[in-house]
């Protein structure tokens, strides 16, 4: 039987195949990122709930009832009422350092951004065609695909607001109309500072850290990913038929037939030999640690504070 002669695309197409098989395989950086995200989820109902609570000690419902009942008779005179989702905290400790009183603030958004949507939404977004890894592929040289992809992404989350979309489609209104509810003031979060003690100022700063990890394991995975198809594709590019990237994939655990070709440096050593280059892709490190990573969450006195 003849041998299959690889060229450009049908490498292309086998490194598809490795790439989604590393993607979906329980990686601890892919472990993290998923965590990340769970962790994420359990809080930010019982933090929002959190949230509201210190307002409304602030802003009592009365206060808000009022100042809509003024509105309604004086119009804009009668003061100001807007839905918002993004709060300013803040509290006062003593600086270790020279003993003089300090005041700290965090800026609380539970609004949907950007980047943080890229990471919630990868699966959606690649079930779409479209890329969420766009911001790290590109960031460095914001490429003509860069801006093309950042468009696409921002109009199937709904953040195109120049376009119309039927409501109920929109990824981003959805989200932000879940987490508004009245304060008094301007639409400009960093006019209102919520006074709060050490203790929830501490809890409310660790679901802020919560938001960043879903969008830091993210890129972490994407830089795993990165690494592992940099190797593939440097070994593909030396195999001359398919029977060799067969062999590679065999070692790897991957299924691979033919039918996937008919769609649409000092790793130079190792990477020639499809058995040293399966070795190289090899994880050393235990994937089965989600105990640990789970503990990072689950700390008695955030619990406690936000119950």
């Not at 100042?67 to 003061?79: A, L, T």
């Not at 603030?105 to 779409?128: K, T, V, W």
């Not at 640690?289 to 689950?298: G, L, M, R, T, V």
């Amino acid at each position: 039987m003849k041998k299959i002669t690889l060229n450009a695309e049908k490498r292309n197409s086998i490194a598809n195949v490795i790439e989604t098989h590393f993607r979906n395989a329980n990686s601890k950086a892919r472990i993290n990122w998923l965590l990340a995200k769970n962790a994420f989820n359990d809080h930010k109902e019982k933090m929002h709930s959190l949230a509201y609570k210190v307002v409304r000690q602030h802003q009592p419902q009365e206060d808000i009832d009022t100042i809509k009942s003024m509105i309604s008779k004086y119009g804009d005179n009668g003061g100001q009422i807007y839905n918002d989702k993004c709060f300013y905290f803040e509290t006062n400790y003593i600086d270790e350092e020279d003993g003089k009183p300090r005041t700290k603030d965090i800026h609380l958004d539970f609004g949907l951004r950007y980047d943080f949507a890229l990471s919630y939404f990868d699966d959606e977004l690649r079930e779409q065609g479209l890329d969420p890894d766009n911001e790290y592929k590109y960031k460095a040289t914001k490429n003509p695909h860069y801006h093309s992809m950042y468009d696409k992404n921002r109009k199937y989350l709904g953040m195109h607001h120049n376009e119309q979309i039927r409501k109920g489609e929109n990824i981003e209104d959805n989200w932000n109309d879940k987490y508004k509810f009245e304060v008094i003031g301007s639409q400009y979060c960093g006019s209102r500072h919520f006074k709060v003690d050490n203790e929830t100022f501490e809890v409310l700063n660790q679901f802020k850290i919560m938001q960043e990890k879903v969008v830091s394991t993210h890129e972490q995975f994407y830089d795993y990913i990165k690494s592992k198809m940099e190797k593939v594709r440097l070994g593909l590019k030396s195999y001359k038929y398919f029977d060799e990237a067969k062999e590679l994939c065999d070692k790897l655990g991957i299924a691979l037939n033919e039918s996937v070709l008919n769609t649409d440096s000092s790793l130079a050593l190792s990477i020639y030999n499809p058995s040293a280059l399966a070795s190289l892709l090899s994880d050393n490190e235990a994937e089965d640690n989600k105990a640990d990573i789970i503990a990072q969450f689950k700390s008695g006195k955030l619990n406690q504070a936000i119950n």
